[in-house]
């Protein structure tokens, strides 16, 4: 089955209907889940294409015909794929699987078209009928640490918003610090168990989220010089290959890789080890699985530009040239969320405190004097490093 193309998926089922969400009041849960597996994710993606046609003409993306409808090798897993376009809407595309026992991933982007610097919709959900490990964000085109204009234009207006999630949604530990230039200020990386109340902050979040950025492509108005467009259109191939290839290789080099929820949690939550692409494998083949990475999930890293992962990120290059397997070389990750909440962001003031906690512990075991200067030179070390 492995050496298939994914063209067969349209054979096995019909498309996902796009209609409005189905009555979940006749639903009955499994003996043995916990409440919140009756909701399905479905209800996120109806909302959101639902939202999405009220306010743009949104049609079927050519992709539609090779990447539908699937059940995996164990009959018993669902896979559900689909993908539109629109004027001002490369790809919106949507991976969800639905597992017998209570398994449920979402995977839900939305690129924009090249000549629109809009940030990236992105929304990660893998849940089990008792954890659920969650990425929501508008990820930025462009590095919101570097760039400030770019920040003061799509998310000073948004930081409210994020801030009412931070408190509802929690910070969900170790972000490590390559990571950090694909996301926003306004970024939900959280952790919870599964509950009625916790699924319902989380769908709430989802709909103002997209709700947000439907607004920001409704204002957007199109990039008319081409060195502009051509700039864009570079910085959302560098977005693709870092996930694409992050999650390919890792796969390859450690069978550890993931997709879709974490995936960026993909060389991106510190020690966190997602399981989902030895998921996708299990359910689908590793060629397959590779497949839908490439030409699905990350449509666009083929087509958008020639550069190599090494070429954006060369940092990971090894002696003999090939790409280095750890998810992080700098080796830094962020405990606690790294923005203020004006969306200063605050990651270098962080990793000062750690050193200076790390120094002052190594210090204490040595007996080496306070004033030796040890821990403003390590402090002043690590912030180089990160930066």
Known sequence: METCSLSFFSSLKPPLSTGGCSSTNNFKPKRGLVEVSACSYQKFLHFALDETKSRTHLLHSPLQENFNSMMALDGKTKLEMVSFQAPKIRLLRSLSIEESEGMQILDFAVFPEQEFDLPIFCANFFSTPTTNIIVLDLNPLYDVIDQRDYKEKYYRSLMPLG???????????????????????????????????????????????????????????AERHALQISCNREAQHRYLTWRAEKILHESIGRDLCKITVAYDMVGVVGKTRDPGYRILKKLIGESLSKELVRRFLFNGVDELGTKTFLDY??????????????????????ESRPWDSSGEFIGLSLVCHEATYEAESYMWKHGIPEDNGIKTSYCWGQSLLYH
């Open 313 to 334: 990120f060369p940092e990971y290059c090894c002696e003999n040239g090939t790409i280095n397997a750890k998810r992080s070389i700098i080796g830094k990750s962020f």
């Open 163 to 221: 801030l009412k999630y931070a408190k509802l949604l929690p910070w969900g530990g170790k972000l490590t610090s390559e990571s950090l230039k694909f996301f926003s200020p306004i970024v939900i990386w959280t952790k919870f168990t599964s509950s009625k109340y916790n699924h319902g902050v989380l769908y709430s979040a989802f709909m103002d989220y997209y709700k947000a950025w439907l607004d920001l492509m409704e204002q957007a108005t």
